[in-house]
C-alpha cells in the first residue's frame, strides 16, 4: 500500500516538475520575442530620428544654397526676372538612401494679401479692386475679396455689399472670431467666408502673405496677376505682356504707363525682395516639403519663416 501511495506521489511531484519546465520555456519565449519586438522598435525609431534628422539637414542645405544664389543675384543684376538662375528649378538630385528637388519662386510675383489693408488696418481701395479681378480672372467668387478685407481690418464693421465679421463667424459651427491683423499663411483664407478647399486650391499660387506694402514685380507677375492691374488689360493684353518681356524682363515700368492708374503705376517694381524656397526631401521612409521665404535685403538674403509640409 505504501509503495503504491510512494508511487502516485512520484508521479505527481514529476508532473508538477513537466507543468513547471513548461511554464518557465513559455515565460522565457515570451520574454525573448518581447525583447526583441522592443529592440526591432527602437532600431525601427532610431532610423527614423536619424532619417528625419539628415532630411532636415538636406532641406537647410538647400535654403543655404539659394540663399547663396540670390546673394549673387543681387550683386549680378538689378532686375529680378525668370530667366535667372535662381529661377531655375533642381528636379531630381540623388542623395544618399534618397533624392531631393527644389525650386525658388519670387513672392512679389503674387498679389500680397496684406496689401488689401495698410499699416493701419484700414481699406485700401486700389489693391481691393486688383483682388477682385484677380478673383475674376480665375473664374472666382469676387465677393471674398472684400471678405478677406474684413477678416484683415481692425475694424469689426462688415463691408457692405460684402462683408463679414465676428457676427458671421461666431454664428458657424464650430464657431470663431476674425483675425483682425496681417496673416502669415495664406491657407488662412480657408477660414475666410465664400472660400472653399476648391476655390483656395486654384487660387493659391497667384497669392501671397509678405509683410503689408510690398510692390509687384512684373517681371515674374503671372498673366492672371498682371490682368488684376487694370480692367483695361484683357486676357489677351497680359498674354501679350508676358510674351514681350521674354526670358530676360522688362528693364524698366513704360508698357504698363498706358494701361495702369497711377496709384497702381506705384505699386509696381523689375525686382523683388521675398522668395520661397520649396525644398522636397525623401530618405528612407521619411518624406517631408520645407518651406523657407527668404527675404533678400541690402546683398544679403536671410529665412524670415520656415514651414513644413504646408505653405
Ligand atoms: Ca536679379
Ligand atoms: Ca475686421
Not at 206 to 216: D, H, K, S, W
Not at 256 to 284: N, W, Y
Amino acid at each position: 500500500m505504501d509503495k503504491r501511495r510512494a508511487m502516485v506521489g512520484k508521479t505527481m511531484q514529476e508532473g508538477v516538475a513537466l507543468l513547471t519546465a513548461l511554464l518557465l520555456v513559455a515565460l522565457v519565449t515570451i520574454l525573448t520575442v518581447n525583447l526583441q519586438w522592443d529592440t526591432s522598435l527602437d532600431i525601427r525609431r532610431s532610423e527614423n530620428l536619424f532619417e528625419s534628422d539628415q532630411a532636415l539637414l538636406y532641406a537647410l542645405g538647400a535654403e543655404a544654397w539659394a540663399s547663396e544664389i540670390l546673394r549673387t543675384d543681387a550683386r549680378d543684376s538689378v532686375t529680378d526676372h525668370t530667366g535667372e538662375d535662381w529661377a531655375t528649378a533642381v528636379t531630381t538630385l540623388p542623395i544618399e538612401g534618397g533624392a531631393i528637388r527644389g525650386y525658388v519662386e519670387d513672392m512679389q510675383g503674387r498679389f500680397n494679401l496684406n496689401n488689401l489693408v495698410n499699416g493701419s488696418g484700414q481699406i485700401d481701395e486700389v489693391a481691393l479692386k486688383q483682388f477682385e479681378r484677380l478673383l475674376t480672372a480665375l473664374e472666382l467668387n469676387p465677393a471674398v475679396a472684400r471678405i478677406t478685407v474684413d477678416w484683415l481690418d481692425h475694424d469689426l464693421e462688415p463691408g457692405f455689399p460684402n462683408g463679414a465679421e465676428d457676427s458671421f463667424y461666431t454664428a458657424r459651427v464650430p464657431p470663431y472670431r476674425t483675425a483682425n491683423l496681417v496673416i502669415t499663411s495664406t491657407s488662412e483664407l480657408l477660414s475666410v467666408g465664400e472660400m472653399d478647399a476648391a476655390s483656395f486650391r486654384i487660387l493659391a499660387p497667384y497669392v501671397a502673405a509678405l509683410p503689408n506694402g510690398t510692390a509687384l514685380n512684373i517681371n515674374t507677375a503671372s498673366a492672371s496677376v498682371l490682368r488684376s492691374l487694370s480692367d483695361q488689360i484683357s486676357d489677351t493684353v497680359a498674354e501679350n505682356l508676358v510674351g514681350e518681356r521674354g526670358d530676360q524682363g522688362f528693364t524698366d515700368l513704360t508698357p504698363f504707363a498706358d494701361l495702369v492708374e497711377p496709384e497702381v503705376m506705384q505699386s509696381l517694381e523689375l525686382s523683388s525682395s521675398f522668395f520661397r524656397v520649396t525644398a522636397d526631401v525623401s530618405i528612407g521612409s521619411t518624406r517631408f516639403t520645407m518651406y523657407s521665404l527668404l527675404e533678400r535685403d541690402d546683398g544679403q538674403s536671410m529665412p524670415v519663416m520656415r514651414t513644413f509640409n504646408s505653405e
